[in-house]
């Protein structure tokens, strides 16, 4: 049977793959194993704007209160500020009900520790073993006044929104903002950040109603974005996912400044300031090339990971980094968080603008993009990781590796989160990697959805 946990955490289509059963039996493993050395374990839940979230919020809730621990609900809110929060309150573990970047008709569960860190796999698995099997024999469900219950922590928000305003000491006084929120969990947040900052703030998709998260819009979707900062003749726009914990930016000529751009950007302001920990930003196999040519003009050494901002994080926290993160946006900064967080790494891209006196187009020019093309194999969820596996496809990949070597670069990967499988070339020409890029993933799609 394939593992519940994804790279972040347990997702799938609400209601199908993700059932309320499933919800509660999470809710009630998961309070047993992060919390079982307390005797009344806190857990502090949040989740995102889509319409399955308090159906799923209902049953995680009952599962942790069946066991005897207390859910401390802050409804609403980027993941990030769930990390957060959960230091800042003292809770036991964080839980989050999200799928992030995806449709409205998935959604997810995953989970932090107290120290508000994703957990690793060995408690994933101990989660999972009673998920699947039940609670232990020798534990006696609470009757009575052991029974837990679920309270609401009013101020939630406002305490997020102060950590984020906290991690930079500049004004934006006289800067107008674009921001999309992706009808998402940071529609209240986001905008109310900036606009305290000094900004002038003009905000799109934050009229979330339940099924309009990601739809034509946010980090996967920026081009409207793009169109409104030149329209509006701002100075940056910001884009977030639906919880948030990624951003993509666009600087003033309304051209997106991806994920490898920002922590290029950002490697050099920490570098700057003396703050760019043993010199070294962590990155992805996925990252562009140009941020390796980048980083070595400027004296800035790169450690790369396999896919998954989870990866990064364990890097950063094994070796003592402090700066790292994804192509896709996810930028994590230790200093501040623990996880990737979208609105902190605006703040500290605007603050690096305003620091340097320079718009975003220069601060991000430190970096040349080299041609890149990406596309994603649509196949069935239980073949995705049998792409090497098949004759055909296997033969391609060994003739396009072949073709790319000493001139560019070829990786594949199953998605962590979907049902597909991710093809990325680079090289030297941009009409002739789309075509490789595509013809690989249509083979991809052709050979594994045969039944």
Do not use: W
Request: net charge negative.
């Amino acid at each position: 049977m394939a593992r519940l946990f994804g790279t972040d955490g347990v997702r799938g289509i609400a209601n199908k793959d993700l059932t309320c059963d499933l919800a509660y039996r999470l809710g009630q493993a998961s309070a047993y194993v992060l919390a079982s050395d307390v005797h009344r374990p806190t857990i502090l839940v949040g989740r995102d704007t889509r319409i399955s979230g308090e159906m799923l919020e209902s049953a995680l809730v009952a599962g942790i209160c069946s066991v005897g621990a207390r859910a401390v609900l802050v409804e609403v809110l980027p993941t990030p500020a769930i990390a957060y929060l959960t230091r800042y309150y003292e809770a036991d573990a964080g839980v989050v009900i999200s799928a992030s970047h995806n449709t409205v008709e998935y959604n997810g569960i995953k989970f932090f520790d107290k120290n508000g860190y994703k957990l690793p796999d060995c408690i994933e698995d101990k989660i999972e073993e009673i998920v699947m099997g039940g609670m232990p024999e020798d534990f006696e469900m609470p009757v009575g006044d052991g029974v837990g219950r679920p309270v609401r922590q009013r101020n939630a928000t406002r305490r997020y929104v102060d950590f984020v305003k906290e991690t930079t000491g500049v004004r934006l006084d006289g800067l107008h903002v674009v921001l999309d929120c992706a009808q998402g969990a940071s529609y209240e947040v986001a905008p109310q950040v900036f606009r305290e900052l000094g900004a002038q703030v003009s905000c799109y998709y934050h009229e979330p109603d339940g099924t309009n998260i990601n739809d034509n819009c946010g980090s996967t979707h920026p081009s409207r974005l793009c169109e409104l900062v030149r329209e509006l003749g701002a100075d940056v726009g910001f884009a977030f996912d639906g919880d948030a914990d990624r951003l993509i930016a666009v600087d003033e000529r309304g051209r997106l400044i991806n994920g490898d751009q920002v922590m290029a950007m950002l490697a050099l302001y920490l570098k700057e300031q003396g703050r760019l920990r043993q010199n070294t930003l962590v990155a992805t196999v996925m990252s562009n090339m140009g941020l390796d040519i980048a980083m070595k003009k400027h004296g800035v050494k790169i450690e790369k990971t396999k896919v998954g901002d989870r990866y990064v994080l364990e890097k950063m926290l094994a070796d003592g980094f402090n700066l790292g993160g994804e192509q896709s946006g996810h930028v994590i900064l230790l200093d501040y968080n623990t996880t990737g967080d979208g609105l902190v790494t605006a703040v500290q891209v605007i603050s690096a603008m305003v620091s340097a006196k320079q718009p975003l187009s220069r601060l991000a020019a430190v970096m040349q993009m080299m041609p890149q093309s990406l596309y994603a194999a649509n196949v069935p969820d239980s073949k995705k990781y049998d792409y090497d596996k098949n004759e055909k496809i296997a033969a391609r990949i060994a003739e396009l590796e072949t073709k790319y070597k000493d001139r560019g670069r070829l990786v594949i990967r199953a998605s962590g989160t979907e049902p597909r499988v991710r093809v990325m070339i680079e090289g030297p020409d941009q009409r002739e990697i789309e075509r490789d890029v595509y013809s690989l993933s249509k083979l991809i799609e052709r050979e594994l959805n045969r039944s």
